[in-house]
């Protein structure tokens, strides 16, 4: 049996809280990051609301140097990754750098980056255009970035799945470690909040046009209308048990325990979507069964039929209202490949805080759903197995399984700790 | 045009690229390379472009890419703005 893929670290930047502890706090108690999109003016946009990392000024955490080379999504990768770091306090030197790996997903690119270099070139030519376009759209650079500056030369890659990516990367890390890179920093990270970025997830037809923050994005509701669209994500630090307790990591969140991916059928074919087999495979990968499993974070769509599949491949697999559902990134908006990780991290604090948080505005669920969705407030509930699922358009479907590890329960935070900053 | 100067190229490379690692480009530096600086040749094309575009001097990235150091680049610009004035 292979060792375990424990994690030791999180860095995490969402539109309810830059930071980890920051952000739980936030998602327990219910408050939202949604908000009317500021970064220009949306009033003749048909979608209005954007979950915004508002509070991020990325001047303040990285070098001047890597600032005209840089996406805002990159620059939030950058820094989740320092947190995470941080957070595993690793220090620098205890791994060979052929020892450490870098796997992210990105699903979006650097789309503002991208828009304000289009806009040069169609105003003053070719020559005005930055060199570092060359990388800074493309949907590995985040992993490059992290590995440059980190000085992590392992085996590294970049996973797109669309909205699904995130959970991929960090199973693909999983791999990585297994195949015998002792540490991996994984994870996703996404922001498209630019003009131009906002028409191109409006075309989706799968967000939300309402305008009341609070009643935007309500996945499983009966009132359910699309969702509202994220920035943000999540960074975390993946080692080996025997690593972690090598070098005595001051905490482990839990284990990696599963991972799996499908695809669905083309439109139109008999057979069923594949985000069940995923559960189901990533279940089997955890080598455990659907009754040791103590909650389901949901990809949570928003979009109704969406929804209904999801219901139906959860009472399908779990049997009616047989285990907890949840869906925190209802206050976040979908945070694209960074949705994934977000909820791992949720997940992870649900096994440390022994608390499920609740799915914030959706107020009915359809009967016929069958799902036992937490709502309204957080519920105390002991968990020590979490399922996270995520879909992608056009068919991704990814599972993760997360599980706490033998031993004493991580300890809550010593101290209220602000992200470190590092430049 | 008037001669571009040490402190018209270190705005021109901090727009470009940030600023340098480590101690900023002044004078009594311009010598040093620009790998001190933290500068690289993505720095040093971008640079270029935009040297082009304010002071009408073309420098081609080949060329580009074999000065090593402020200096070099200055005395480039600054011998093509007296020939071309």
């Known amino acids: 049996m292979s060792e375990g893929v424990y994690v030791t670290g999180i860095g995490l930047l969402a539109p309810n809280g830059s930071g980890l502890e920051q952000h739980w706090a936030a998602t327990l108690a219910g408050r939202s990051g949604i908000a009317t999109l500021s970064r220009f003016d949306v009033s003749r946009y048909p979608v209005r609301l954007a979950g915004q990392?508002?509070?991020?000024d990325a001047a303040r955490h990285l070098p001047s140097r890597l600032l005209p080379q840089t996406d805002i999504s990159t620059q939030l990768a950058l820094v989740a990754a320092d947190w995470a770091l941080a957070d595993a306090e690793i220090d620098e030197g205890f791994f060979a750098d052929y020892d450490t790996g870098v796997v992210t997903s990105n699903a979006t690119g650097g789309?503002?980056?991208?828009?304000?270099?289009?806009?040069?070139?169609?105003?003053r030519g070719s020559a005005a255009v930055s060199v570092y376009e060359s990388f800074a759209w493309f949907y590995a650079v985040n992993t490059g970035q992290i590995s440059i500056r980190n000085q992590f030369r392992g085996p590294s890659s970049a996973l797109v799945a669309e909205q699904a990516g995130g959970l991929d990367a960090i199973g693909h890390a999983r791999r990585t470690i297994r195949r015998g890179t002792p540490m991996v920093v994984t994870g996703g990270v996404d922001s498209a909040l630019d003009p131009w970025g906002w028409v191109a997830q409006i075309a989706s037809g799968r967000l939300s046009t309402a305008t009341d923050a609070h009643r935007a994005y309500r996945p499983f509701d009966v009132d359910a209308c699309g969702y509202v669209p994220g920035e943000g994500g999540a960074i975390l630090?993946?080692?080996?048990a025997s690593a972690a307790a090598a070098r005595g990591a001051r905490q482990v969140y839990?284990?990696?325990?599963?991972y799996a991916t499908t695809f669905d059928p083309p439109p139109g074919s008999p057979r069923p979507p594949g985000l069940r087999r995923a559960a189901e495979s990533a279940l089997a990968d955890a080598g455990l069964t659907p009754d040791q499993v103590d909650v389901v974070f949901a990809d949570a769509s928003g979009v109704p039929e969406l929804d209904r599949a999801e219901a139906a491949a959860i009472s399908g697999l779990f049997g009616p209202f047989a285990v907890p559902v949840t869906a925190p990134k209802a206050l976040t908006g979908r945070m694209y490949s960074g949705g994934g990780p977000v909820d791992v991290a949720d997940a992870l604090l649900s096994i440390r805080d022994g608390v499920i948080p609740p799915t914030p505005g959706t107020a009915e669920v359809p009967e016929d759903y069958r799902i036992?969705?937490?709502?309204?407030?957080?519920?105390?509930?002991e968990v020590t197995t979490a399922l996270v699922l995520a879909r992608g358009r056009w068919g991704f479907n990814s599972a993760v399984v997360v599980r706490a590890v033998p031993g004493p329960r991580t300890p809550a935070p010593r101290r209220p700790r602000q992200p470190q900053e590092r430049t | 045009m008037s001669r571009m100067t040490i402190d018209d190229l270190r705005r021109v490379l901090v727009e470009c690229a940030g600023e340098a690692d480590g101690e900023a480009?002044?004078?009594?530096?311009?010598?040093r390379d620009f790998e001190e600086f933290g500068y690289d040749s993505l720095a040093l094309m971008e640079t270029a472009a935009r040297i082009e575009a304010e002071y009408g001097v073309r420098v081609p990235e080949e060329r580009m890419a074999e000065l090593r150091t402020p200096r070099e680049v200055l005395d480039l610009v600054n011998d093509a703005l007296v020939r071309t004035s």
């Open chain 1, 53 to 56: 990392v508002d509070d991020f």
């Open chain 1, 111 to 123: 789309f503002e980056f991208t828009h304000r270099e289009f806009r040069k070139l169609w105003t």
């Open chain 1, 237 to 240: 630090v993946l080692e080996t």
């Open chain 1, 254 to 258: 839990g284990e990696i325990a599963g």
């Open chain 1, 372 to 381: 036992d969705l937490v709502r309204g407030v957080p519920r105390h509930h």
């Open chain 2, 25 to 31: 480009l002044t004078a009594d530096r311009q010598d």
